[in-house]
């Protein structure tokens, strides 16, 4: 049977490597395991060889399918193990999983604190506060989008410090915060958003987590929270006591 796409505006190769990665994330396509042949793919959705070779390079590209040649296309395991402990560093994790972690400043502004917010990080309400909104890739795949408030009068500036630096522990460091621990972690689940949605490179209705964190320092002073939107088909969280 021909496939029939839905969303007839989306380019053919992109929807084929839509429903692979569907199958990949459904457990269709075990990690390990062969993919069907290009030949078959073309098939099964209707299209060329090479639209099925343009949709398993994209794949490939983002860590989801390895090509052996004279062998085929194979599913990658797919989800980084991601600790949630006390000292949670993006960048440390992402290296020990034989990745390349990478920040990118998306945008940023300083605003007042709402009461919520103010709370969170000890300050009077409507104290300004740096909101800077990142995005975070393992070996330039999306892993997670996140949105962190600084008090500004403790870290003028630090949106521009994280342009410069791309990690958040390195701009801490530039305001002398060496060092730093997790004080509150919650962790839930939703639905992406059309904005997380482009930046993660992610279906519509996509599953991600939520990680919302308040971080201090040595002396017990809140100094960062971060509200983290990742990637569920990328990352499996581990919590460690």
């Not at 007839?8 to 062969?34: F, H, M, N, P």
């Not at 209707?46 to 343009?54: A, N, P």
């Not at 006390?86 to 990118?104: H, K, L, M, N, Y």
Request: aromatic share 6%; net charge positive; with cysteine.
């Amino acid at each position: 049977m021909t496939y029939q796409p839905a969303e007839s505006g989306l380019a053919l190769w992109r929807r084929v490597a839509d429903a692979i990665e569907s199958g990949i994330a459904g457990g269709k396509y075990q990690a390990g395991t062969r993919l069907p042949g290009e030949l078959e793919i073309a098939e099964q959705f209707g299209v060329h060889r090479h639209t099925v070779r343009r949709a398993l390079a994209t794949l490939a590209e983002r860590g989801l399918v390895r090509a052996e040649r004279g062998s085929g296309t194979y599913v990658e395991a797919q989800r980084i193990a991601y600790p949630i402990r006390s000292r949670t560093r993006f960048s440390e994790i992402i290296g020990t999983s034989g990745r390349e972690a990478d920040g990118r400043l998306i945008d940023s502004s300083v605003e007042p604190a709402g009461a919520d917010l103010a709370k969170k990080l000890g300050l009077k309400a409507n104290a300004p506060v740096v909101r800077i909104d990142m995005l975070r890739q393992a070996n330039r795949v999306p892993i997670c989008v996140g949105t962190s408030w600084l008090p500004a009068e403790r870290f003028p500036a630090a949106d521009r410090i994280y342009k410069t630096t791309r990690s958040m522990t390195k701009t801490l460091a530039h305001f002398e915060v060496t060092d730093y621990r997790r004080a509150v972690t919650r962790v839930g689940a939703a639905l992406v958003d059309a904005a997380d949605c482009a930046a993660l490179d992610l279906r519509p209705g996509s599953p991600i987590l939520l990680v919302e964190s308040v971080d201090h320092d040595l002396n017990g002073d809140p100094i960062l929270t971060t509200r983290a939107r990742f990637a569920a088909e990328r990352i499996e969280f581990v919590i460690e006591s």
